[in-house]
């Protein structure tokens, strides 16, 4: 019987093929999780054009800025990839308060011409796809007028141990940032279905 390569399968079932493959067929006995995954980077001017690295320097910032420490994860972990948020933030030096949250898109449309690639230990799982989708005028499955997201066509898998970056290239645009008193961030945000260690499986 002809097997349809391209039939869609669930995020979990994908984490388990994925792994599978890798050696690691344990993992589709751990914990099923909500996952979520974020790295915020400083830019000193958020309007010129250049090209933001995002998750490889984790381990050296700390909470809000970063929930991780490594830019891969741990052992049983695994992250099936259903939609990314990219964000701008700015935060006030003086005070450490942050004041300003939302889509980047919401920030400045024209930042739909961003553009950014997801790289699973340095090859190309997502190849310069620009903010487009994300657009809430062409947003294919964003079912409100508000929705800024990022949905994948598939179910982008991130097994446990092998390191990851995303690289968003920013075009010049007018987003003129929050001045001399206050810091500037990109956001990026990994959401989807998770497994987590489940050691009276595993163990």
Known sequence: MAINAFKEVTPSAKMALINNALGNPALKKNQGSTFEIYDYVEVATPGDTQTVNFFSNVNTKTFPFTNIQQNQLGVGES???QYIAFTYLEQNIATSKITTYEA???ANSGLSLANFSLLLDNSR?????SLTRSNTVFNPKG????NYL???DTDLTIPPQISFTLDLRIPNNSLAGGGVAV????GCHLFGTGAILNLKTNV
């Open 125 to 129: 799982i997502i190849k310069v796809n």
């Open 150 to 152: 990022f949905y994948p």
């Open 143 to 146: 079912k409100t007028n508000a």
């Open 79 to 81: 992250l099936s990839v």
């Open 104 to 106: 980047l898109l919401q």
């Open 183 to 186: 810091k500037s961030y990109f």
